[in-house]
């Protein structure tokens, strides 16, 4: 490998700042305003959260290993907050609370010395107050406080790193509705899109990245000479009522993020730095 041009891509999706089981650094400060004089308070963390930051925290340092003093590109493929569309349960009924949440969620990445891009992909309307408003807020927020570090906010990447191809959105296949089908969607999709741009002349991408259905998935497509990787990402979230009826009371909860080590125009390794937790509770009678 060369040192030069070796590079370092983390993927993360789905955080949702602003739920109570959304993904919240301990000890943020809000905004109370309520008296003569301006204070802040601390939310109290959920024992998902307390859980969610634990994973985050290792694997960022997992993630950061890797890199070593390589260039880090961090990639938030949508779902920065909750928004309040589903409005139970939000840590704060002020708006305003869920993007300074976010931004502190955001924050360990830029502290770090090697962190050159951020790119902030926008998700689904319900969850980011409209037309993408939470990514497009946070990318100017964390530009204004963060100068050295490079903030892209788009809604569909078509990311070039280290001359690696990656087109990624937030939103895309469904993991299956069957064990036996886990993956099926994903390599139609990822074909789907080899094949496209095949025809339209064009090479496709080296990688298809998407998320928003909070499960981890990883498939190869081989065609026409070209090779194409496809993941889904995890979330850092947990399981919320809304959740549970949209995923037919799924009980493994997946969290985590997607490390991508590029080196000579080439995705030389990945790593999916993912887990799960089994959500049921046992009753004995």
């Given at each position: 490998m060369s040192k030069a041009d070796r590079r370092?891509?983390?993927?993360?999706?789905?955080?949702?700042?602003?739920?109570?089981?959304?993904?919240?650094?301990?000890?943020?400060?809000?905004?109370?305003?309520?008296?003569p004089e301006a204070r802040t308070w601390t939310p109290a963390v959920s024992a998902v959260q307390e859980w969610l930051w634990n994973c985050?925290?290792?694997?960022?340092?997992?993630?950061l290993?890797?890199?070593?003093?390589?260039?880090?590109?961090?990639?938030?493929?949508?779902?920065?907050?909750?928004?309040?569309?589903?409005?139970?349960?939000?840590?704060?009924?002020?708006?305003?609370?869920?993007?300074?949440?976010?931004?502190?969620?955001?924050?360990?990445w830029y502290e770090q010395r090697n962190t050159r891009t951020v790119v902030l992909i926008e998700g689904t309307e319900s969850h980011e107050f409209g037309e993408g408003s939470a990514a497009v807020a946070l990318a100017a927020e964390m530009?204004?406080?963060?100068?050295?570090?490079?903030?892209?906010?788009?809604?569909?990447?078509?990311?070039?790193?280290?001359?690696?191809?990656?087109?990624?959105?937030?939103?895309?296949?469904?993991p299956g509705t069957r064990t036996w089908l886990t993956g099926n969607e994903l390599r139609y999709y990822v074909r789907s899109i080899l094949m496209g741009e095949v025809m339209r002349g064009n090479p496709p991408p080296d990688?298809?990245?998407?998320?928003?259905?909070?499960?981890?998935?990883?498939?190869?497509?081989?065609?026409?000479?070209?090779?194409v990787e496809g993941w889904v990402l995890p979330a850092?979230?947990?399981?919320?009522?809304?959740?549970?009826?949209?995923?037919?009371?799924?009980?493994?909860?997946?969290?985590?993020?997607l490390v991508l080590v590029i080196d000579g125009g080439r995705i030389v390794d990945s790593h999916e730095l993912w887990r799960e937790l089994d959500l049921r509770q046992e009753v004995v009678v």
């Open positions: 370092v891509a983390v993927f993360i999706a789905d955080t949702h700042a602003g739920h109570r089981l959304g993904l919240m650094r301990p000890g943020v400060q809000l905004l109370d305003d309520s008296g985050y925290t290792a694997d960022m340092a997992d993630a290993a890797i890199a070593g003093r390589s260039p880090v590109t961090l990639v938030h493929n949508g779902d920065l907050t909750w928004g309040t569309r589903f409005a139970s349960q939000l840590v704060s009924t002020r708006l305003a609370d869920q993007l300074i949440i976010g931004a502190e969620n955001l924050a360990p530009g204004r406080r963060y100068p050295k570090v490079a903030t892209v906010c788009t809604r569909h990447g078509n990311l070039l790193i280290g001359g690696v191809h990656i087109d990624t959105a937030h939103h895309g296949p469904t990688a298809v990245i998407r998320a928003h259905h909070h499960v981890g998935l990883h498939e190869t497509v081989r065609q026409n000479g070209y090779t850092y979230a947990g399981m919320t009522h809304h959740g549970q009826q949209a995923t037919r009371s799924a009980y493994r909860l997946s969290c985590g993020m």
